[in-house]
C-alpha cells in the first residue's frame, strides 16, 4: 500500500518530488552494476546497455503496470537495415527494463527497424506507432548506432505516444573491439 501511494505521488508531482523519477527501479529489480561478480557474468556490450538503460530510467517516470515496446537499432547510414548488434543490444535493454520492474510487450520487430528515413527525419515505423494503439504501450525505446573506427555511437530514446515526443534519451559510445565488430559484420 505505501508503495502505490509513493506510485502515486511521484506522478502527480514528480517535479515537485526530487528523487521520484527512479524510485520504483531500485535494487530489488535488478543486480546493482559494477560489482566483482556483476564484472564476471557480463561482458562489456551488456553492462553497458545495462548502464544505458539505467540512464533512460533515472530521467522519467513510468507507469509499472503499462508496458514499454523496445525496438532494434538501426545503422544511422542505413536505417532500414537491421543487425545483429541492433537485435542483441535491443533485447539487453528490454531485460534491464525487465529487472527494473518495467513491463516489456514482445513485438515482432526483427525484421521491422526501430525508426525510418523520410526526408531525413527519424520516424517510428508502423508496428511501433500500431503498439502504442493496440497493446496500450506508455512508451517506445527506439536507436541508432553509428561506426567509427574506434567507437561505436549509440543514440537511445524513449518516445511517447501518439506524436513521437522524446520522454528521455541517452548517448553513449562502446569501443569498437573483435566481438561488436563481429555483431556488426553478420546478418
Known amino acids: ?11 502527480l508531482g514528480a517535479a515537485a518530488l526530487p528523487g521520484c523519477a527512479g524510485y520504483y527501479y531500485g535494487e530489488k ?4 552494476l559494477g560489482t566483482t561478480v556483476d564484472a564476471m557474468l557480463r561482458g562489456n556490450l551488456v553492462e553497458t546497455s545495462y548502464r544505458a538503460t539505467d540512464a533512460l530510467l533515472k530521467t522519467v517516470v513510468l507507469d509499472p503496470a503499462q508496458p ?16 545483429r548488434l541492433g537485435r542483441i543490444v535491443a533485447g539487453q535493454i528490454a531485460g534491464r527494463m525487465v529487472q527494473r520492474g518495467v513491463l516489456v510487450t514482445e513485438m ?4 521491422a527497424p526501430a525508426v525510418a ?5 527519424l520516424l517510428l515505423p508502423r508496428a511501433l506507432r500500431d503498439a502504442f494503439r493496440t497493446q496500450g504501450a506508455q512508451a517506445a525505446v527506439v536507436g541508432t548506432y553509428a561506426v567509427s573506427a574506434r567507437q561505436l555511437y549509440v543514440s537511445l530514446k524513449l518516445i511517447g505516444p501518439p506524436g513521437d515526443a522524446v520522454l528521455a534519451a541517452h ?10 565488430r563481429a555483431l556488426l559484420a553478420a546478418p
Open 1 to 11: 500500500m505505501k508503495r502505490w501511494a509513493l506510485v502515486a505521488a511521484c506522478l
Open 29 to 32: 529489480y535488478g543486480p546493482t
Open 68 to 83: 514499454v515496446v523496445v525496438g532494434t537499432l538501426v545503422n544511422v547510414d542505413r536505417p532500414s537495415e537491421s543487425s
Open 108 to 111: 515482432a520487430l526483427r525484421d
Open 117 to 121: 528515413r523520410d526526408q531525413g527525419e
Open 171 to 180: 548517448d553513449y559510445a562502446v569501443p569498437m573491439d573483435e566481438d561488436v
